[in-house]
């Protein structure tokens, strides 16, 4: 359990504070552009939920077709079972192709493989161009939130991180990571992006951002290798608008996200730019397990938006680093326990359903958590009381001996009881119950 | 909640051997514990015409995942004949507008609003309240106006909104057992939200939100106290 | 066995026996209603995100408008006919590129509801012209204006037949990575000035 995370997030009251104004303001740009479009946008939520419900079960043929226009547009897919063969494809390639830096745009499909390691390792320098990713990868850390990753960074940390002088602004701090990153793009023999979306009736892979480093590292190194969970892939180029409407409005309340780019093959001949190759890395790496389980086969419809992250009351106490995997916050619950070994995350919930009233595909996570908590492993003492709270429950006449506990003046603070009790008080229980009241009154 | 309900006007009939939904076993990933305390559900109010409710997140289970695979479902297609009352024990009320399959199991505010078709009961109150949504009752029932519209009509009363107002209490049955740091995390800020309103009162639907409510308000030394909005609405 | 032919494999066994009740692909709403788009809903779109417009009300006017911005600073042009028309086309080279103050290219079409643009690759359009130099500058036609994303997708319901690259730009870059602070200019333009032209035929 990543208990010491959570002991230290909530310990952290600038930390507190960064998370709940960060999250509060990506929900309330949400609000205000859901409100502009109250119907249609739950149309929009619906259909989206339909498309991805209908391609997750037909996701072989579509991956196929896929794979074809792909093909025809020249480029290349490569199918990773798991997250060594992903990892050993774009390494293997670098070397063949005498590449030594690779700039990559933010991806989080890549942070669940450690990637970057496995290219550091193999002396390849490997550079994060998103400016939140850049300060991360210079920090030695890992994402704090799917779309924000420096959230937790204050300026002053950032200004640290990136030996700027003291007092920087923002602006500065940005024209400095600018001006860094711009030589590496330049210089990169290869740029890897992640996918939002893979378009199986064009061959085309779409990348959504906002900074203009996907589009850069897309398009200025020679090669350019897309590595996408095989997940992410959806029928048609028309079915991006759909998409495109709910994701940039669930996770940052803008109307679209700045840069949307639709990527098909390398450069064709009169194209003065873009890269002379395409390779899509296809990741499976335990996809399949969360495909198998069709009551939970949903989970995998997840766009990222990062949403439910900011509309989590857990999340925005507990942060990102006290998930035990690379995803955070509700759509880390119910993804986590597929890939890792962490039964007690499904129970790190109060239930209250934000995230699935905020899901732009409409993934319901209370109803999966509940799912997982049932096959979760149970301890002896818990099975048992269950089994007590279960048989007093039938049984009226005892149930009814239990009221002695309203009346005792202090509970024993033991056990689970103890920890509760440290945060708060018990309720005075009126003397009487109202069973014994109500056969008064007769 | 018995009073206002006989105030207006219905007859009402308290099943002594009546227990729990099944809720805290079904959250906690025991469905089929669960499913043999909503069996006894069931076979308690058999035959009631209302099944009435104090809770959102009770009305909620019995609905929504009590109608699965338990004899609970079948209430609803239980002919009409009384009106009963279910689980009063803390002396609260909470209801919603049942949908199908189970039309006739109704949380109390919604039972007022929607069969009653009442939304002043004659109550009053001198006291600046504040409305907590909990969750199981705003997003699984949809209640949001019901209560509000019953609280606006309680002379001497105002209500004041707070910002976090759909914002979870972090209660979560189990999980302030597993997680009492954060639950606690959760209610302070809460708390914080509901003393900017500047009430002297949260009032709520489910007794469970509201005794984590008061039991973080009485440990941080608040004089904000907690009524469930039953007890409101039988004050005179 | 291939990796790709295990891969499949494991999907199909996880999708378990085929005829699953989702048969068919989810039909696509008729298009909604809307009103005509305008470029005046546009440029109110494009302003909001920080944009800048200038209408034109033939090429010469045009030309004298970026005239104006430009003055006399370095720039890189597309071969695009709208802009070669304006007088102001250059060979295109990466270094260029990075080291020019202004790209000015055409749009293909603009968005009214969203204030976007979107580039596609063909007639030989860069995609680093509109990316690299910090002040992007796109000449629009008139009738290029379109109400939004369905629209767009009806009039190019194939991109990747058109060209490898389409890209739908919502304003400039941007980041807020830093204590959410909006910063704009992150890697791409920090400046977008877009020049709508009445009519291409006169001068």
Not at chain 1, 75 to 92: C, L, P, Q, R
Not at chain 3, 119 to 134: A, D, N, Q, T, Y
């Amino acid at each position: 359990m990543k208990f010491v995370q959570i002991q230290e997030a909530l310990g952290d009251a600038r930390l507190q504070n960064a998370i709940y104004s960060a999250t509060a303001r990506m929900a309330e740009g949400r609000r205000i552009r859901v409100a502009e479009m109250p119907d249609e946008f739950q149309e929009l939520r619906q259909r989206a939920h339909d498309i991805k419900q209908h391609t997750l079960d037909h996701i072989d043929e579509y991956l196929e077709e896929l794979e074809r226009n792909v093909v025809a547009r020249g480029g290349h897919v490569i199918w990773a079972n798991t997250g060594k063969e992903a990892s050993d494809f774009i390494v293997d390639l670098a070397r063949q192709r005498g590449v030594n830096l690779i700039v990559k745009s933010k991806s989080m499909t890549s942070e669940e493989i450690h990637l970057n390691d496995a290219l550091e390792s193999n002396g390849i320098e490997t550079v994060e161009t998103d400016l939140g990713e850049y300060i991360i990868q210079l920090a030695h850390e890992k994402p704090y939130h799917i779309i924000a990753p420096a959230l937790h960074k204050t300026i002053g940390q950032v200004t640290e991180i990136l030996q700027a002088p003291a007092d920087s602004t923002a602006e500065q701090l940005t024209a400095l990571a600018r001006a860094k990153l711009r030589e590496k793009f330049l210089q990169a023999g290869i740029g890897i992006t992640g996918a939002n979306f893979l378009i199986a009736d064009s061959g085309a892979v779409v990348v959504v951002e906002n900074e203009g480093n996907a589009r850069l590292s897309s398009s200025a190194p020679r090669i350019h290798i897309a590595l996408a969970g095989f997940e992410k892939v959806i029928p048609r180029a028309q079915d991006l608008e759909v998409f495109l409407r709910v994701l940039a409005r669930s996770a940052t309340g803008q109307k679209l996200s700045v840069y949307t780019s639709f990527l098909a093959g390398p450069r064709r001949e009169g194209e003065p730019d873009g890269p002379d190759e395409f390779y899509l890395v296809l990741l499976d790496n335990g996809r399949s397990r969360v495909l198998a389980d069709r009551n939970k086969r949903h989970s995998l419809a997840c766009i990222r938006c990062g949403a439910c992250l900011n509309h989590c009351p857990v999340y925005r106490k507990i942060g990102g680093y006290s998930y035990p995997w690379v995803y955070s916050g509700p759509i880390g619950k119910i993804l986590t326990p597929h890939f890792i070994d962490a039964p007690w995350l499904p129970f790190a919930s109060s239930l209250c359903g934000a995230c699935a009233e905020v899901c732009p595909v409409k993934i319901d996570i209370p109803k999966i958590l509940l799912e997982l908590r049932e096959e979760a492993p149970k301890s002896r003492a818990e099975k048992l009381a269950m089994r007590m709270f279960a048989w007093v429950m039938t049984h009226p006449r005892i149930y009814e001996k239990f009221s002695w506990v309203r009346r005792m003046k202090k509970l024993p603070a033991a056990g689970p009881l103890k920890a509760w009790l440290e945060q708060r008080d018990l309720p005075d229980l009126p003397q009487r119950s109202f069973r014994e009241q109500w056969r008064d009154r007769r | 909640m018995a009073e206002v309900l006989e105030r207006a006007g219905c007859e009402i009939d308290f099943r002594p051997d009546q227990t729990c939904c099944g809720q805290p076993a079904f959250n906690s990933g025991y469905p089929e514990e669960a499913r043999r305390v909503a069996d006894h559900f069931a076979r308690v109010f058999d035959g009631a015409e209302y099944v009435v409710v104090p809770s959102g997140s009770c009305t909620s289970m019995l609905l929504h995942h009590g109608g699965a695979g338990s004899r609970a479902g079948e209430v609803a297609a239980m002919p009409p004949s009384r009106l009963s009352v279910y689980g009063a024990e803390a002396g609260n009320a909470a209801g919603s507008p049942a949908r199908p399959p189970a039309p006739r199991i109704f949380e109390f505010s919604t039972f007022l609003t929607d069969v009653l078709k009442i939304d002043d009961v004659g109550a009053s109150l001198d006291r600046v309240v504040t409305y907590h949504d909990s969750c199981h009752a705003l997003r699984e029932l949809k209640i949001k106006d019901a209560p509000r519209r019953l609280l606006s009509k309680v002379r001497g009363l105002r209500l004041a909104e707070m910002d976090a107002a759909e914002e979870c209490c972090g209660f979560g049955g189990t999980f302030s057992v597993k997680f009492p740091d954060v639950s606690g995390a959760m209610a302070r800020t809460k708390i914080e939200s509901i003393e900017r309103t500047g009430a002297d009162t949260v009032v709520s639907i489910d007794s469970s939100c509201l005794m984590q409510l008061q039991g973080v308000l009485s440990r941080a030394g608040s004089k904000i106290r907690t009524m469930h909005l039953a007890e409101v609405l039988a004050s005179r | 066995m291939t990796p790709r032919d295990q891969m499949l494999a494991t999907i199909r066994n996880a999708l378990g026996p085929a005829g699953s009740q989702n048969e068919h692909q989810p039909a696509r709403p008729a298009d909604r209603a809307r009103a005509a788009a305008t470029a005046a809903q546009f440029e109110e779109s494009f302003k909001v995100l920080g944009g800048e417009v200038f209408h034109a009300a033939n090429i010469d006017e045009a030309r004298a408008t970026i005239d104006r911005i430009v003055a006399g600073r370095s720039y890189l042009a597309s071969p695009a006919p709208i802009v070669e028309a304006c007088g102001f086309s250059t060979p295109f080279s990466r270094e260029a590129a990075a080291s020019a103050h202004f790209g000015i290219s055409s749009a293909d079409f603009a968005l009214a509801d969203t204030g976007s643009l979107v580039f596609l690759s063909e007639s030989g359009e860069s995609r680093l012209i509109s990316l690299l130099p910090p002040h992007h500058i796109a000449v629009l036609e008139k009738d290029k204006v379109v109400s939004g994303l369905d629209q767009l997708f009806a009039r190019v319901p194939h991109p990747a037949a058109r060209s490898s690259s389409m890209v739908i730009v919502t304003g400039p870059s941007r980041t807020g990575d830093i204590e959410m602070r909006l910063v704009r200019g992150v890697h791409g333009p920090g400046e977008v000035t877009v020049i709508i032209v009445d009519d291409v035929t006169r001068r």
